[in-house]
Structure formats: C-alpha cells, structure tokens
C-alpha cells in the first residue's frame, strides 16, 4: 500500500496540477481507509508478552500496519491543506 502512495507522490511531484493533487488526495484517503480497517480487523498476534518494561509492545507485523496507518493519515492531513490552499508544505509551488 505504501508503495502505491509513494509512486502517487513521485507522479505528483513531476507533474504538478489542481488535477493530479486531487486524483493524488483521493488515492491517499483511500489507502488511509484501507491501512485503518487492518488495523481494525487484523487476525494475527497483535501483542507480545503484554508490557515490557512498562511500554506497550506490538508484534512487527501488527506494528508495521499501526505506523503505516499513522503516517498516512499524517500524510492525507498535509494533502487536504494543500488541496484547500490552507498550506503548501507538501507540494511546494
């Protein structure tokens, strides 16, 4: 999943345009969406020995869902302010 967001940004970062920015928004709120249903509806082990020195500790697997998750709805955030006109850190104009 985060490939494809990944190669979107790239293909945004060459081709600048309203257009591009919104087919761009669209496939990051999609790939957040589907990124926090896993985490939802993940089957596997989601935890490993409870605590560990008083830090929760998830399994990789699960963790690498959990951060993915994070950063991209972090991402879609910086891409509706820039959709909006509100902030342009993402994409420099």
């Excluded at 990124?35 to 935890?47: D, E, V």
């Excluded at 998750?69 to 891409?79: E, F, G, M, P, S």
């Amino acid at each position: 999943m985060d490939i494809i967001t990944v190669a979107t940004y790239l293909f945004q970062t060459s081709h600048g345009s309203t257009g591009v920015y919104i087919v761009g928004l669209i496939v990051q709120v999609v790939a957040t969406l589907l990124l926090i249903g896993w985490c939802f509806t993940f089957r596997g082990r989601k935890y490993r020995n409870g605590w560990l020195f008083g830090l929760f500790s998830a399994t990789i697997s699960y963790g690498i869902i959990l951060v993915s998750a994070a950063i991209n709805a972090l991402v879609l955030a910086l891409y509706v302010m820039n959709v909006m006109g509100i902030n342009h850190v993402i994409f420099q104009r």
